[in-house]
C-alpha cells in the first residue's frame, strides 16, 4: 500500500487574487449596496449564457425562500418536493406555509422520478421545487409538461449545479425562479450567499424588493435621504460587497474549476466501473453536462449493508467522504414528526440514503490522489466483502 494521504471531501480554494478582491472592497467606504454586487449579478447572468435577471442573495436557502414568497404561495398550498435533497429545498416550502409533498427519487441519477409527479397532484398543488442532484440535470422537459399541464410552477434549486446545462440552456432557467448557493464547499464560493436567477422581469422586481425589507427604493434611486417607503414585508437577505468581491474573482475561474472536476470525476469513475455490486450515480451527457458536485457510488447487493465500514476505512486512509444525503428529509425528525413518514414510499431514497458513499473530486485534488482513492476504496471494498 501506498503512503497516507489526507485529503478532504471538499476544500474551498482561495487564491491571492481572491484575497486581494476582498481586500481592496474592504479599502473601500462601500460594504454593502454596493458595485460589487449589481457587477457579480450582471457577471453571474453573462455565464449562464441567457438574457434573465441574477439577483445576489445572503443563500441559497433565502434564495429558495423567497422564491415561494414572491409567488404568494402560503397556507393550505401544496408543492411538490424530491425526498432525497438538502433540507433548505424543503424548508424554504413550510417557511411560507406551504405543505411539502414528498416524492421518490429515480436512479441512477438521484433526480426527483418525473413519473411519479402527477400521482401527488391535487388541487391545492401550486409548485414543483425540484433539485439538480449532485449536479445532474433534472428530466426538465417531461417535468415542465406536467407542470404546464397542472399550472403548476418550477422553482430548481441549483445550489450543486453551477455549469449544469440542458439542450444548451443552463439549468435554473427552466422553471419560474433559480436558486444558486455559494457556500464554501460549492463550485464556486462567496464564504456564504446565494443567487436567484429569472427569465421573468416581475418576479425579479419582487425578489429584489423582499429582499430589502420591502424598500422601493434603493440608496441609488433617491434623490434626497429617506425618500423612500415600504410596501410589502420584507427580509435583509443582502449579499455584502466582501461577498460579492470574492464570488466575482471565483467566477472568473469556473471554467477551470468545471474541467478539473470533470476529469477528476471520469479519471475516478473509470477505475472503479469494474468492481462488483456498485452503481455510481451519474447522467448520460447527451445535451447535457454535468456539474460534478463529487463522485456518489451506490453499493448494491452484498456491498449494500457494508457502507459504514468502509466509510471508516477511507477515512483511517485519510480520505474524506460524504453522504448525500443521510436521510430523506421526509425521515428527518422535524418532517416526521409533523407530516408522519412511510419508508415504504421512499425506497430509492432510502438506498441512496443508507448505501452511497460521495467520494471527492474537487479541484483540490492531484491524480495521484484519485489513484490512491481508488485502490483504497477497492481495498476497503475487498477487505469488508471477505
Ligand atoms: C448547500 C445546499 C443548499 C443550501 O445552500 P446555502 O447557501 O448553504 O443556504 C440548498 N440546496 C442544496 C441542494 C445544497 O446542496
Redesign the pocket.
Known sequence: MTALRTIPFGRPWITEEDQQAVLTVLQSPVLTHGPQGQLFEAEFARFLGEECYCISVS????A?HLAYLQMGIGPGDEVIVPAQ??V??VHAVEWVGARPVFVDCQLPTGNIDATRLEAVITPRTKAIGL?HFLGMPCAMDEILAIAERHGLKVVE?C??AVGSRLHGRHVGLFGEVGCF???PV?HITAG???MVVTRDPQVAQRINLLRAFGVDRTHGERTRPGQYDVVTLGFNYRMSELQAALGRSQLRRVQAILSQRRANFFALKSLLTALDDILILDAPEVESSNSHYCLSVLLTGKLAKKRDKIVEKLQQAGIGTSVYYPQPVPRMMYYRQKYGYRADLFPQAEAVSAHSIALPVGPHLIPEDIEYIAARFRHAVKETAA
Do not use: N, R
Open positions: 443563500s441559497c436557502m433565502a429558495l435533497t438538502h433548505a429545498t433539485v434549486d445550489a450543486i448557493s455559494f457556500y460549492k456564504e450567499g446565494g
